[in-house]
């Protein structure tokens, strides 16, 4: 199984809600991985969890609070979020060889598609 | 940092070969990967070059030339299928394990 499942495909939500994304893993990866792309760009790094531990946040905002429950589910929790962070949010996980052992290959999850009102 | 730079878009013809070229900065550099994404879907693993020379998987090839820190992806005998993003993609600086990816080449593949 290599696939990387995100969940909802689609959401719509209003400044003042919360809710959460969900991506799940059976790979036997160690590392996951929240990008944000906008259209017609690369994706951005969000944050990196390596073996349950969260070990990079490039500066995110609040707003958005990462969780990793076990080594094959992370979760992004939204609160207040702004027009702004419409976007696409892909989930992602590798091997986690290190920084310098190799390629380390993300698998993608198919992004959650998120529409803020 | 890190940056890479591609071209913004690039046509062919089907059955047509084309070059997406790729420059980095070398800082922490361990080695150059490809992904391509369809519109609507997400970024897939085309190929990685840790060292110089060619690498080739099918159709697709991949280039790295360190000394001039430049790559490029090779796609022969192309497909309406190919007409895809193509990102090239560098694996962060030491203890930090993510990708930065370049800013994406859009591939159009017209008959």
């Known amino acids: 199984d290599t696939e990387v499942t995100q969940t909802p495909k689609h959401l719509v939500m209003g400044m003042t809600n919360k809710k959460s994304l969900k991506c799940e893993q059976h790979?036997?990866?160690?590392?996951m991985y929240w990008y944000k792309q906008k259209a017609k760009k690369p994706p951005e790094l969000m944050f990196v969890y390596s073996y349950e531990k969260l070990s990079i946040n490039e500066s995110v905002p609040s707003r958005f609070s990462p969780e990793c429950p076990n080594s094959s589910l992370l979760n992004l929790h939204l609160h207040a979020l702004q027009p702004e962070d419409s976007a696409l949010y892909l989930c992602a996980s590798s091997q986690d060889r290190g920084a310098g052992a190799g390629t380390d290959t993300q698998y993608f999850g198919p992004g959650t598609r998120l529409t803020v009102l | 940092g890190q940056s890479l730079e591609q071209p913004s878009e690039v046509t062919a013809v089907e059955g047509a070969i084309v070059q997406i070229n790729c420059t980095y900065q070398t800082s922490g550099f361990y080695g150059l990967s490809w992904y391509q994404q369809h519109d609507g879907g997400a970024p897939t693993f085309l190929s990685y070059n840790a060292l110089d020379g060619l690498e080739e998987t099918g159709r697709f090839s991949s280039f790295l030339s360190r000394s001039d820190s430049y790559g490029y992806l090779l796609l022969q005998e192309l497909q309406m299928k190919d007409s895809a993003s193509y990102f090239c993609a560098q694996k962060r600086d030491t203890g930090r394990r993510a990708l930065t990816f370049g800013s994406g080449t859009r591939l159009q593949v017209q008959p």
């Open positions: 790979m036997g990866h160690r590392a």
